[in-house]
């Protein structure tokens, strides 16, 4: 789930409605029919996209939530707005002569609307209830809708080249005016828009921004090609289109910018009146016989128009009540609640910084010799950071191994659309060897037992050897030479690579390091004793984070870090987790008053308890009772008594205000996951990999450290 600043969009709603502005009064015509050509006909065909993208962004999430009948009150509201502009547009429209059949009247409301600018309205209707109530079709579908639009739009030139094409979409114009609706035009729009809200960004801003741009680029090009070899029939859709307004709302959302419900609906309004303005601004011209000096000049018209649109639109907004939202009673507690975002988490939550973990993976490239890789350790759903989501920004870095500790969290990660290599470091069992066929998962060849298992499958798995070097966990023990080398001539096992694990390469101590020099001494001369075998040992890796950072210039292939790529390990590292829950009520201790479980907390003074909501069974570790602190407000606030399973409680008798609802940090900036983890008697993996399955994981993209 991404967090929802969305004040972007809101801005960009705006500039849209001045597109749209454009679009219908031409204000460079005059300067150049070209530069006229590529505003009106190109760069403006971005606004009602956008409108639709929006719409699906708000209202795809809603209706997978609540069900289709989330759809009922946007096609109610939906509906009254367009009957209402329609009754707004008959006059004009009859004084232009409009007397349609039934059929007429049909095909218009159904699909092109009743005056030039309102066929935006049934499309968005219609493609909206497309969209909802087929939502297991996706892109393929939509995709291809927007392919049969596009040639009978921008590319109907090639269409009308066949004559069977050419037949077909006569008939089809026979229902519709053009392609440009809800059928063609709209769904795609929507649904790429609802989509955005169940994709992370993969990038940052800066990313998107300059994407955005080079799309557009490519769009202009796009235009201008349509218009040299005349293809078009109306110039609304484009090839590139859908790629230009993907990358643009990524990167408006990434400008994280407060949300602006007023400019969401002064845009809607000015959408609506405008070309009554442009009517109004012809009527007035001629009255005071200024008609030659304004409908002359393109520029002062369209300038005319847009400031008319939107002193219209602002009147509008303050004194109908139409399109205003209801006043909500504000609730008693100050929860954080806007509008547009009823899923931002309430409880108990961890914000994890992308960036982050981008930035870390650049410091430990910086650390690896020439040829060394990452495989990056996304055991435990990545140390509690979310799997999936790590190995898509690992992915988007380049880094294409990864290692989990089971099968199944190998096969999960695949599922969810990993490519590259899987290792799997744990212990597999012959009742998953299938499963790792199937994923393409890369297993351990953990010890001669195992081995014996993992060659009987039957299909030969492909698989790394773990050895032995003094850990005395899994691996064969690193004497055992002749049984590794036995290993890679056995054609029932596709062996790729051979590793070993440090057990103590975090320690500054002589000894330690000593041993540590060991181990790598003995793998390298497992490695020399295969080469001289004529074996081609495979890809090596030994160093996990702290081996990454104190050993380096190890010749190996991979490096496996876990903990350092999420931060957590000091020096130029960047964590990528904030955890934070929220004060659910306070409470004035007098002194003797005792609180919590077994009474382990005993007030010395008046005392002011928050209660947190958040207990072990999210994490919090329950050595934390007496110990540890949480921040409030930047200030520390240490955690009294015992911590319970969902609540704990902490002393804010020194912190200023604190009431229910406000934000509190339990790891993050000015409380590090190592100094809580020390607090608690562990270590920040432990501490991270705990964290509970209710705590809900945001992803944000921040650059700034
Ligand atoms: C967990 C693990 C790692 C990653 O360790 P960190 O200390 O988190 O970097 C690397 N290799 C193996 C075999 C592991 O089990």
């Known amino acids: 789930m991404t967090d929802r600043r969305t004040g972007g969009l809101d801005w960009f709603r705006l500039w849209c409605a001045l ?13 150049s029919p070209d530069a006229d050509h590529l505003l009106t006909q190109v760069l403006a065909r971005t606004a009602v996209p956008f409108f639709l993208m929006v719409t699906g ?18 096609l109610q509201k939906g509906l009254l707005l367009y009957a209402g502009v329609t009754l707004l547009y008959l006059p004009l429209q009859l004084y232009k002569g409009y007397r349609p059949g039934p059929l007429q009247i049909l095909r218009d409301l159904v699909f092109d609307g009743t005056f030039y600018h309102l066929w935006y309205f049934p499309a968005l209707l219609l493609g909206a209830a497309l969209v909802c109530l087929l939502p297991r079709r996706g892109l393929p579908l939509w995709g291809l809708l927007y392919l049969l639009g596009l040639l009978g739009d921008s590319y109907y030139g090639l269409t009308a080249a066949l004559p069977a094409g050419k037949t077909l979409y006569d008939v089809l114009f026979l229902c519709f005016d053009q392609t440009r609706n809800g059928l063609f035009l709209a769904p795609i729009f929507l649904y790429l828009g609802g989509r955005l809200t169940k994709t992370p960004p993969r990038r940052d801003r800066r990313f998107y921004g300059w994407a955005a741009l080079a799309a557009l680029l490519l769009l202009t090009g796009e235009g201008l090609l349509v218009k040299g070899l005349e293809l078009a029939r109306y110039s609304t859709m484009y090839l590139s289109l859908p790629l230009v307004m993907w990358l643009l709302f990524r990167w408006l959302c990434a400008l994280e910018l407060p949300q602006r419900p007023s400019l969401r609906r002064l845009s809607t309004v ?38 008319s649109s939107f002193g219209g639109g602002v009147l509008w907004c303050r004194f109908l ?13 100050a929860l954080p609640r806007p509008l547009d975002a009823p899923r931002s988490p309430v409880r108990c939550w961890a914000e994890v910084d992308l960036s982050a973990v981008r930035h870390n993976i650049g410091v430990l490239r910086r650390c690896l010799p020439e040829g060394c890789q990452l495989m990056a350790v996304v055991k435990a759903d990545g140390y509690g950071h979310g799997a999936e989501q790590i190995a898509r920004a690992c992915a988007a870095q ?17 599922r969810s659309g990993v490519s590259g290599d899987i290792l799997v470091l744990g212990r597999s069992f012959p009742a998953e060897f299938s499963d790792a066929l199937r994923y393409d998962l890369t297993l351990t060849a953990a010890d001669d037992l195992h081995a014996g298992e993992l060659a009987a499958f039957g299909s030969p798995l492909r698989v790394h050897i773990a050895v032995d070097t003094g850990m005395h966990r899994l691996g064969f023990p690193c004497g055992d030479m002749e049984s590794i080398a036995a290993l890679y001539r056995n054609p029932q096992l596709k062996v790729e690579g051979l590793y070993t694990h440090f057990c103590t390469a975090d320690s500054g101590e002589r000894e330690d390091i ?16 295969l080469r001289g075998q004529g074996i081609t040992p495979g890809v090596l890796h030994l160093q996990a984070s702290a081996g990454i950072l104190h050993y380096r210039g190890l010749p190996c292939g991979y490096a496996r ?61 329950r050595a934390l009772g007496g110990r540890g602190y949480v921040l409030i407000h930047g200030k520390a606030a240490p ?26 940090i339990v790891i993050g900036p000015g409380l590090p996951a190592a100094a809580v983890a020390k607090s608690a008697g562990t270590i920040p993996n432990e501490l991270l990999s705990r964290l509970g399955g209710r705590v809900e994981r945001v992803y944000r993209e921040t650059s700034s450290p």
Request: aromatic share 8%.
């Open 398 to 414: 380049g880094v294409d191994a990864f290692a989990v500790a089971t099968v199944e969290e190998g096969t999960a990660l695949r």
């Open 270 to 307: 000015v959408y609506v009146v405008h070309p009554w303005m442009i009517v109004a601004v012809r009527g007035c011209a001629k009255v005071m016989g200024l008609s030659e000096l304004v409908v002359g000049s393109p520029f002062l018209f369209f300038a005319l128009v847009t400031l």
């Open 561 to 621: 870090p876990g903990l350092a790529l999420y931060g957590v390990g000091g020096g130029d590292l960047r964590p990528a987790l904030t955890l934070k829950c929220r004060v659910a009520a306070v409470r004035t201790l007098s002194p003797g008053d005792t609180a919590g479980y077994e009474r382990a907390f005993t007030a010395q003074r008046p005392t002011r308890l928050a209660v947190l909501t958040i207990g072990y069974a999210d994490g919090l570790p």
């Open 321 to 333: 009540p139409l399109n205003r939202p209801k006043k909500v009673p504000s609730p008693p507690l």
């Open 514 to 529: 000593a041993y540590t020099e060991e181990q790598a001494r003995a793998f390298f001369s497992l490695v020399e004793f």
């Open 57 to 74: 962004y708000f209202l795809l999430p809603a209706v997978e939530e609540k069900g289709r009948k989330a759809l009922l009150p946007f």
């Open 19 to 31: 597109l749209v502005i454009a679009n219908h009064t031409s204000p460079l015509q005059t300067l």
């Open 639 to 664: 955690i009294v008594g015992r911590v319970c399973m969902d609540q704990t409680l902490a002393d804010v008798t020194e912190i200023g205000e604190v009431l229910p609802g406000s934000e509190v």
